[in-house]
């Protein structure tokens, strides 16, 4: 079963909640650095080949990623209309900025806090960003996103993507999650535009993603969330979404393999208009936990993970 004799293993833990941890054996550690806001490892483990981990989590495995990217970009891109500027905050890997030049986009803005981490993946994961930052409708900027969404100017992009970590105390991200942050978002979008962010685990952090939900909610008149199951997180993994004009989660799949066939080259791995029914119809549990949930995250007082 093991390409090495597991006694032979170093271990890499993750934690992902103060009672419960993943452990993946390490076959070979390519990259260990720490950059001004995080500590940047890329191994490869047992099961899921080649990973990217910040501050002790993985963000992305060479197993599964396009699960991960695919579920985040690929259902506001088919969603909105007719999406020509987009913006990706976080994202370092420039997978998810990979997805968004499969559609006719005019500009998409990649913005991303720590310059370490792009370098790295530069390097390091070309499976992952496959030369995209290198198209010429990519423009990537190394700022705070926070800061940069109080700079643009109203009504800039068609869709807005939050490929964030998650919000720890102390962390990167730790208010870009809360209502002032998704009224940022908002103000940012051109009418008719829709959001979406990583929104945590759906099983390990059921909390966190309902908070997340009941505070995009809070802003957007649409909102709502989906998930997908990914084996290097060990979890099924929520995402959010938020609009005043589209609801995502009522297309049909056979507008969403319209919508497919008609905009994005290449053929996908994982999205599609059945996977796109499954996606969004959750479970009774998380529904139930989404629907009763009254916390909203503000600056003042912003939600945060314990690990």
């Known amino acids: ?12 833990i993750e934690v992902q909640t103060p009672c419960s941890a993943h452990m993946h054996g390490i076959e070979e550690v390519y990259y260990k650095g720490r950059s001004q806001y995080q500590e940047i490892v890329v191994a490869k483990l047992c099961n899921v080949g080649k990973a990217l981990i910040l501050d002790g ?3 992305s495995s060479e197993y599964d ?4 990217h695919e579920s985040l970009v690929h259902p506001v891109m088919i969603a909105h209309p007719n999406p020509k500027r987009v913006a990706i905050l976080g994202g370092g890997e420039g997978a998810t900025l990979r997805e968004v030049l499969k559609y006719d986009v005019e500009k998409v803005v990649m913005v991303d806090l720590d310059r370490e981490v792009v370098e790295v993946a530069k390097k390091f994961l070309p499976e992952w960003h496959k030369g995209a930052f290198d198209d010429p409708r990519t423009e990537l900027v190394i700022k705070d996103g926070r800061k940069f969404l109080e700079e643009t100017e109203p009504g800039s992009f068609d869709v807005i993507i939050l490929d964030l970590v998650d919000p720890f105390e102390g962390g990167p ?11 940022l978002v908002k103000r940012a979008l051109r009418e008719g535009g829709i959001m979406v962010t990583q929104a945590t685990s759906t099983s390990y952090t059921l909390k966190m993603f309902s908070v997340i939900y009941r505070t995009v909610k809070e802003v957007f008149a649409n909102a709502n969330g989906y998930h997908s199951f990914i084996q290097a997180f060990d979890s ?10 589209i609801n995502l989660n009522e297309l049909k799949p056979e507008e969403v393999d319209s919508r497919i066939k008609a905009r994005v080259r290449g053929e996908l791995r ?7 029914l499954s996606m969004t119809n959750l479970p009774k549990h ?14 003042e007082k912003p939600f945060l993970l314990e690990v």
Do not use: C
């Open 286 to 299: 998380v529904r139930k936990a989404m629907e009763s949930e009254t916390i909203v995250s503000t600056d």
């Open 236 to 245: 099924t993994w929520g995402f959010v979404w938020g609009s005043d004009a």
């Open 65 to 68: 990623e396009w699960i991960y």
């Open 57 to 59: 989590k993985i963000q």
């Open 173 to 183: 991200a730790a208010k870009l999650y809360t209502k002032e942050f998704y009224q």
């Open 270 to 276: 994982y999205y599609d208009g059945l996977t796109h």
């Open 1 to 12: 079963m093991y390409k090495v004799p597991l006694k032979t293993f170093n271990w890499f």
